[in-house]
């Protein structure tokens, strides 16, 4: 069993405080690494060494292209060691090996992505009304403080760190406490590949504390987050200190609509798919069915007849298709949304409970829950569960589904599903949110914007857009005209 050290400086550090945090498997309880439970000292001598690099260090020197080819040895180096991480991604925070599969090599796929980049972060000349040569550039903000959840622990590392480090800046990455194994061995990759020291530091830890002083800490000059609306709200307050730049991805509780001319066996389908994969622990799942009426008890009866082929056990064990949730406290978080369904008289369809499998005992699962005649007042229908839990709506016209898909807070992602082009361009106009998917669900690629509206977030991740919040804008006049300006 590995002990971990932080990732400062380009060397590994124990933490100042001497304390260690034990990682368990979620899927057996197993003990399977130790890592630094980081305090606020760690997390400014990281600030610290990120400062050094970007203010002194050799990186602002480096160039465009040189910083996307050490871009491409990071992609490089996930892929030479991709079994290896899937399988530590599985352990660590759950999800089945074909899920953790896919992550590693978009986490891959994401590096080189923006190491093409690099090369074309550019800047552009205005015509303006004077003699003068003015132009914009674009240049890096500088210190980054980046913070993750546990869901999808090495892909939210590449979606930070590749675009920030592929526009110049220096980042102190803070992964989930829960699940920080495969940013560590990020980091070894980049020790292995000779990043310069101080360009990309890793220190794990609380959010208390550790996350507080990046979120906090006056030396930073932007602060990147991915996590709950709750602690967005602090870090929004603790950014305020020095004006830092901000960029927020947060929870959703999205619609995923269903009209009744769907093509039924693909809506059936995404309906469970939206729902239920990465054990429904998705910022972006489609926790929401709304149905049109005149199909709801087909749409219903199909799901039922196919929940038997959600496998569930241990992520690492074949055929399975739903991993263990995360923790025993987000278990118990998830049992009790469902209580509060029930006492809400939403109707069980089905799941609910944890699987009765013996072998699974030690895990943290919980079945595949279905619950029907859900309101939209009820709780279980407003609020994040963040598990395998499907409420099912119904509606009668294009308007109401459109007023249900909107009636909530958040507005990350959505889901429309109907055959008819006119109808779905119409829907996805009107929904208030940064992902609209249509006939499919959670497809989500390194090219494209990601990001909410409303409480879902602030800024955009990904594509063109994703380099943009790790870049100022700077704007140059050089005056052409030999005589003074001449005002006295
Ligand atoms: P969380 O907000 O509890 O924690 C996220 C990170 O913030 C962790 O690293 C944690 O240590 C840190 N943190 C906690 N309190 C902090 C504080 N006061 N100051 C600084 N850092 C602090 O979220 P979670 O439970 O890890 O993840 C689940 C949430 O993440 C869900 O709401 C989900 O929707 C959201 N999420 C959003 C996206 C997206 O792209 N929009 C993607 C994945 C997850």
Redesign the pocket.
Known sequence: MKTYENYIDGKWQSSRGGKLREIHDPGNGELIAKVQESNRQDVVAAIQAARKAFDSGPWRKTSALDRGKILFKIAEGIRAQARKLAELEVRNCGKPLAEAEFDIADAANCFEFYGGLATKIHGETMQVPANSLSFVVREPIGVCGQ??????PLL?AAWKLAPALAAGNCCIL?????TPLTALELADIFRQIELPAGVANIVTG???G???E??TNTLVDKIA????????R??MT?AAANIKKISL????KNPNVVFADADLAASIDGALFGAFANQG????AGSRLLVEKSIHKQLVEGMLAKIPKIKLGHGLSPGVKMGPLISATHRDKVESYIKLGLSEGAKLLCGGKRPEPSDLSTGYFVEPTIFDNVTPNMRISRE?I?GPVLTVTTFSSEEEAVKLANDTDYG?AAGIWTQNVQKAVRVAQQVRAGIVWVNTYHPTFNEMP???YKQ??IGR?LGLYGVDEYLETKQVNINLDEAPIGWY
Do not use: D, H, R
Request: net charge negative; proline share 6%; aromatic share 10%.
């Open positions: 913070i993750i959840p546990w869901n999808y939210m803070k992964p989930s406490e829960m609380p959010g208390a550790a996350g507080e990046l979120t987050f991915t996590g709950g609306t709750v602690t967005g602090k870090i603790g991805e947060l929870g959703g622990e998705v910022c972006s994040e963040f990350l990601w990001g909410g879902s977030g991740e």
